[in-house]
């Protein structure tokens, strides 16, 4: 990143030993991570070889697989874990019953399944196929949303659960989940590849191929660019107040304030680690609780408004070993879930007394 | 898992419509060759691929923001390859079968643009067959059957049984014509072998410069074209100068970037103990370090331009003055 207040970028975390106050438990899990969600106890992880685990109290637990890699993993709740594949499935699994058949919700011959989202709240599982997202209620399936002009490559629910953005070409296609009106869109010239909606329901936040981020504020109209990227931009995520947006794209893990607006203030930078990029981030509480993972293996915890941050797991050599998923435990920042490209998966603890950048 | 250094190989097969694509992937796919494959194919045709995986590609062609008006990349591919990268097992190369219409351009640029893609495969080789008994009549009325000549690294001439001599010739003249530094393969019923098409690295422009043996004689005065496909070839003995090359390549671009279809060069930099090798296709272009020159090799610098309406006068102008500068 171009622009620095930050103290921290000047620090080379490369080299130092794991913070005190923080303890890590690892699994191999027999294949890249390339899907995580995190469940009521324990996280739910699929792999590039298409198995699904669940890895509650650290045994992992086989529960299915797709052909070919897993595109994401979610939560549903009451023990029920729901995935999608490059074999064009989407399959609930249920804890109770591991080894069990699972239940195919979705079969398409022809396209992957690029991605998945669920809303509790609405009882709904979204995913994209192809160029079409198909909508999955507790009675099976509630619906189709068709013609983007391009194949979806990313979704979001809105906090409400009433909406859902879809990323494609041309920027964010918004859709009703309740009713049959007009989707509303939201455009940006180029290719957008991921898209996040914030918490408090106001903006919508979509990754280019362009190396860049666009975020449209949804109560004025108003759309804006977030750019200086070394790369593109491939997570991000809100902090829990929707004060900051969080992202990869650089060798620091980026922390946009919104106050003022995206991008007139420029990013808090959190955890420079020589020769490495962010490939993972999970947002924290507000401005403390930062996550970033890197392409050389290291998580780090950071705080934007003191730019102090802590490493939790050590990185090695090359980007053989990258994080490939971050999040933190569901409805608490004490525990962060990773999964790497060289077939690990862990859980790290953070005791309350883990030093300031934690406090 | 791959390392940075072995990416996975991807050739590139482009053809008109009819011109046995499709038989020619499968007649290789069955071959008793013991490796695997992905198949990425624009459309499923009536014909299979016979293959464990393939994969439809659904040509989405989008332009970057990057300010280059020609630079469209082919989004459904940084998508399927990416993806093809998240599987736990590793493929010996990946083909990639384009429509007959489709311009190679925005599938060639799509593994400069994208960082993700430069760093875990490696465009080996863009392969494309054409039909002997009708590629004179292609060429006449499409640019498209042009253009794919122009882009090849290898040209397979098909279908050679169906024509007298007097064709043949003429096929393979005006293959020359478009592009002399592609290798030319002829065959009937599509039957070429496994090696010709995989992993040959003619991306590797130093191999790809030595089997042009005539190539240092060429005199770029002999590639005047008026509103043709064509190349321009340049040879320098004296050492270049880097930032006048630089600059001069980079205005080049800017302003023929859409007619260059593609450019390939190695050069010796004043100071420079290894040579410097890139490649460009229109406005986009990769360099990188090569190996180092050895003490009893003579430093030339070649450069190529494969394009439409070059003008040789002035790239040869162009060059020569990023010489002179290094010389003074």
Known sequence: MSQSSSLVAERDYGAEQIAPGVSLREVEVGANVTALSVLTRGVAVGLGDGEVLALVDGDPLRLGRHDGAVTAVCDLGGGRVLSAGQDGRVLQFSLETSGGAPIALHESSKDWVTECAHHAGAGMTAAAVGRAIVLITADGVGGWLTDHPSTVTGLAFSPRGDQIAASRYDGVTVWSTQDAATPVELYWKGSAIAVSWSPDGRYVAAATQDRELHVWDLATGKDYRLGGFTSKVRQIGWSADSSHLVCSGSDVIAAWPIAGGPGAFPPREIGYVCAAQVSAVAAGRATDRLAGGFSNGAVLIGDAKSGDALIARAGGEGDGGAITRLAWAQGGFDRLYYGTRDNKCGEIRIQAEGGSALS | ?328
């Open chain 2, 1 to 328: 898992m791959p390392t940075a250094l072995d990416k996975t190989p991807v050739t590139l097969l482009t053809g008109y419509l009819g011109a046995g694509k499709t038989t020619l992937l499968n007649r290789i796919l069955t071959e008793e060759h013991g490796k695997k494959f992905a198949v990425v194919v624009n459309e499923f045709g009536e014909q299979g691929i016979d293959n464990d995986l393939v994969i439809g590609a659904d040509e989405e062609v989008f332009e970057m923001n990057n300010g280059c008006i020609c630079c469209t990349v082919r989004g459904d591919l940084i998508r399927i390859l990416g993806g093809l990268m998240d599987r736990a097992e590793n493929f010996d190369g990946i083909l990639i079968e384009t429509t007959g219409l489709a311009d190679p351009g925005p599938v060639i640029q799509t593994f400069f643009v994208d960082d993700e893609l430069r760093d875990r495969v490696a465009l080996d080789q863009v392969v494309t067959v054409v039909d002997a008994a009708h590629f004179l009549d292609k060429v006449e009325e499409s640019h498209e059957a042009e253009e794919q000549v122009a882009f090849a690294d290898l040209v397979i001439v098909n279908k050679i049984d169906l024509v007298g001599t007097d064709q043949r010739a003429g096929v393979n003249a005006k293959i020359t014509a478009l592009n002399p530094h592609a290798k030319i393969v002829e065959t009937s019923h599509s039957a070429v072998s496994l090696e010709l098409l995989l992993d040959r690295a003619a991306f590797d422009l130093d191999r790809l410069l030595s089997i042009e043996p005539g190539f240092l004689e060429e005199d770029p005065e002999d590639h005047e074209h008026d509103d043709t496909i064509g190349s321009v070839s340049l040879v320098a003995e004296a050492p270049l100068e880097a930032r006048s090359f630089s600059e001069w390549m980079r205005g080049l671009v800017r302003d023929h970037g859409p007619s260059i279809f593609r450019s390939k060069g190695i050069l010796s930099f004043t100071n420079a103990p290894r040579r410097y090798v890139f490649q460009g296709v229109h406005m986009v272009m990769d360099s990188q370090w090569g190996a180092e020159w050895r003490p009893d090799e003579r430093r030339m610098s070649r450069l190529v331009f494969i394009g439409r309406n070059l003008d040789a006068g002035q790239l040869e102008a162009g060059f020569r003055a990023c010489q002179e500068r290094a010389a003074a």
